[in-house]
Nanobody, 124 residues
Framework: QVQLAESGGGLVQAGGSRRLSCAASGRTFSSYAMGWFRQAPGKEREFVAAIDWSGSSTYYADSVKGRFTISRDYPKNMYLQMNSLKPEDTAVYYC??????????????????WGQGTQVTVSA
């Protein structure tokens, strides 16, 4: 079992920055891949970024590449540093764990644990 809790959401102006955190508990943190997803109102959930079990391999959606950075530190935290934010980045952001994989995972259905989400609102 893995429990995930996001924090760091809020209101930010376009062009600003925000860092999201995800605290994990339960199963050994270093044994699985993790990722960030987001869901905007009226839209489907979409992949944002993924990181492997060691933190050495990452993967980003094209829409955030060069602006967002995913990282993880031990014993239990993952982060999403978001820079140059745009109004279209407004969404509920979810962290997720893919406990059956050690490599980066980009497909949502391969993640088996999810946090409750944290709202990020970017004003124009």
């Amino acid at each position: 079992q893995v429990q995930l809790a996001e924090s760091g959401g809020g209101l930010v102006q376009a062009g600003g920055s925000r860092r999201l955190s995800c605290a994990a508990s339960g199963r050994t943190f270093s044994s699985y891949a993790m990722g960030w997803f987001r869901q905007a109102p009226g839209k489907e959930r979409e992949f944002v970024a993924a990181i492997d079990w060691s933190g050495s391999s990452t993967y980003y959606a094209d829409s955030v590449k060069g602006r967002f950075t995913i990282s993880r530190d031990y014993p239990k935290n993952m982060y999403l540093q978001m820079n140059s934010l745009k109004p279209e980045d407004t969404a509920v952001y979810y962290c997720a764990a893919a406990t059956r994989s050690r490599r980066t995972v980009v497909v949502g259905r391969e993640y088996d644990y999810w946090g409750q989400g944290t709202q990020v609102t970017v004003s124009a």
